[in-house]
């Protein structure tokens, strides 16, 4: 079977889901799926972001939430996404872990300031997987967990989870050629994971700005067709 907008429809057969919410919150839906011996009727609850409307990135979130990677941004209700708040490296850490399925934490505790942060448990899986190495180098015993994350360090995450090598040649964009993380921008762009941060020239990457959640929304979109490839 296949879930889209938390409705089961069986294999095999088809069906068309029209809803337009006014509000967020939780909806009911009931699918009435007909065969051969009869008609079956099946409920199943499912979120709706009340605050994306107005986003640019409005498809990219309705993928990231039908994918189950986001939750929403405000617990326990989870009803907004918060499209233009900056990702903090807690939550990309969640993201990631989602995205791509990890679960092996390596024992836990790889860094001594998450102790107290709900995303332990998603950072020490990134940790084991090699997808980060800390945020204070050279001693990396650190992961800054509530610090936002910067465009130039979301491309060196978004390259090591996708293993990603190619370059294109390099120097994809202008601006980061003093940025310690050019070599990933320019694996992430050759990769088409990433267009840049001036539309419609698409020029510049802006390495030091921070990700947003609705940008990280469309970066994971992007790449979830290198992850499944």
């Not at 994809?172 to 941060?197: N, P, Q, R």
């Not at 990280?216 to 992007?222: E, K, P, Q, T």
């Amino acid at each position: 079977s296949i879930k889209r907008f938390g409705a089961e429809v069986a294999s095999g057969t088809s069906a068309s889901i029209d809803f337009t919410p006014t509000l967020g919150g939780v909806h009911t839906l009931t699918v009435t799926a007909t065969d051969d011996v009869g008609s079956d009727v099946a409920t199943t609850d499912f979120t709706v972001l009340g605050d994306i409307g107005g986003s640019g990135f409005v498809n990219n979130i309705l993928w990231l939430a039908e994918a189950g990677i986001t939750k929403g941004c405000n617990p326990p209700t989870n009803d907004e996404f918060c499209p233009d708040d900056p990702v903090t490296r807690g939550q990309m850490a969640a993201f990631l872990v989602r995205f791509l399925g990890l679960t092996d934490d390596g024992g836990g505790n790889s860094f001594i300031d998450d102790d107290a942060s709900m995303f332990e448990a998603d950072i020490a899986k990134l940790a084991a997987a090699g997808i980060t190495k800390g945020c204070n180098p050279p001693t990396n015993d650190r992961f800054c967990p509530d610090d936002p994350v910067t465009r130039g360090q979301m491309a060196a995450f978004l390259v090591r989870a996708l293993v990603l090598t190619d370059d294109g040649g390099g120097n994809s964009f202008i601006d980061d050629d003093g940025s310690m993380f050019e070599a990933d921008i320019a694996k992430l762009a050759a990769a088409g994971v990433t267009k840049g941060c001036n539309p419609p020239t698409n020029d510049r990457f802006c390495p030091d700005d921070s990700v947003t959640r609705g940008q990280m929304a469309a970066f994971l979109n992007r790449a979830s067709d290198i992850a499944t490839s």
